[in-house]
């Protein structure tokens, strides 16, 4: 019985913690739809932390390609596709299978 307290103990000190330490990572998801062979929206904001999910309503597979290279994401036809922004800057991007289509990040520091 008292094994099974410290161990209760234990696992409940250790998500406190994890808890505490994560809100800087933590940030919200910016949706960025692929429909008729287009971003939408093309330019967004985000922070930092933050996520970019891509939803692709296409039946064709597309990328996001940064065009200086930090990331390249694949996004399968009916899928979605993620990437968490780790710095700030303006992030112009691409699909390499459509390089018409175009789209832009700009991230701001915390």
Avoid at 13 to 27: H, V
Avoid at 28 to 41: E, L
Avoid at 56 to 77: E, R, Y
Wanted: glycine fraction near 6%.
């Amino acid at each position: 019985m008292q094994t099974a307290r410290h161990s209760s103990t234990a696992l409940l000190i250790l998500l406190l913690q994890l808890a505490i330490a994560s809100p800087a990572l933590a940030g919200v998801v910016v949706r960025i739809k692929i429909a008729d062979m287009a971003f939408s929206p093309a330019d967004v904001t985000a922070k930092v932390g933050d996520t970019v999910e891509w939803v692709n309503s296409d039946f064709v597979d597309h990328t996001a390609t940064a065009k200086d290279g930090p990331w390249d994401v694949m996004i399968v036809a009916g899928k979605t596709a993620t990437l968490q922004l780790t710095k700030a800057g303006t992030f112009n991007y691409f699909c390499r299978f459509h390089p018409n289509m175009t789209g832009k990040i700009s991230v701001s520091a915390n």
